[in-house]
């Protein structure tokens, strides 16, 4: 079993910056994957972005060029820097994490988002 610990979220005004940490806890040696979804109100929780123990990194067009995902050595913690935030990035942001092959996926228990405008 894996245990994840988001912290970092907040209300921030458009245009500025929030960093989200994810601590994993547990059998961390069986992780792959690990990243970050977010869901707005009244819509499906959609990929903000992943990164791979081998560090390849996935991320959504709408954010590719403002938030920048990366995992500590040890790879038990993932991180998410958010800038030039906009008031459509307020969400909950959730923490996943996936074994390797896929199997078994983790959730955190997700922390808010909001920027105002």
């Known amino acids: 079993q894996v245990q994840l610990v988001e912290s970092g979220g907040g209300l921030v005004q458009a245009g500025g910056s929030l960093r989200l940490s994810c601590a994993a806890s547990g059998s961390i040696l069986s992780l792959n994957t690990m990243g970050w979804y977010r869901q707005a109100p009244g819509k499906q929780r959609d990929l903000v972005a992943t990164?791979?123990?081998?560090?390849?990194?996935n991320s959504a067009d709408s954010v590719k060029d403002r938030f920048t995902i990366s995992r500590d050595n040890a790879k038990t913690t993932v991180y998410l820097q958010m800038n030039s935030l906009k008031p459509e990035d307020t969400a909950v942001y959730y923490c996943?994490?996936?074994?390797?092959?896929?199997?078994?996926?983790?959730w955190g228990q997700g922390t808010q988002v909001t920027v105002s405008s």
């Open positions: 990164i791979t123990r081998a560090s390849v990194v």
């Open positions: 996943h994490a996936e074994s390797f092959g896929g199997f078994t996926k983790y």
